[in-house]
């Protein structure tokens, strides 16, 4: 069982930064692929963004490319999801996720098998 706790998010501007960070319990975190998905009302959960467990892949959606970038600690058990220049449409609620022991990094939420409690995100225009 891995337990996730998230931070961070908030209201902020457009054009505006945020950062997300995502602490996760256990002694195997160096061998779990992170990602972080969000979800706005009424539709359903969206890749953003994944890190392999070593930290050396990283995938985004197309949304995400260039503005936002994820990173990890694997000395602190943490991921942390850096949003640059948000958009009006980045509003949604933000999830951290771990998908263990996955040699690649994946990008669909059926290979997640834990996540956090989300965080909400709201950019204004």
């Known amino acids: 069982q891995v337990q996730l706790v998230q931070s961070g998010g908030g209201l902020v501007q457009a054009g505006g930064s945020l950062r997300l960070s995502c602490a996760a319990s256990g002694r195997t975190f160096s061998r779990y692929a992170m990602g972080w998905f969000l979800q706005a009302p009424g539709k359903e959960r969206a890749f953003v963004a994944a890190i392999s467990d070593s930290g050396s892949n990283t995938r985004y959606s197309d949304s995400a490319e260039d503005r936002f970038t994820i990173s990890r600690d694997n000395a602190k058990g943490t991921v942390h999801l850096q949003m640059n220049n948000l958009k009006p449409e980045d509003t949604a609620i933000y999830y951290c996720?771990?998908?263990?022991?996955?040699?690649?990094?994946?990008?669909?939420?059926?290979?997640?098998?834990?996540w956090g409690q989300g965080t909400q995100v709201t950019v204004s225009s």
């Open positions: 996720a771990v998908a263990p022991y996955r040699p690649y990094v994946p990008v669909n939420t059926a290979d997640y098998d834990y």
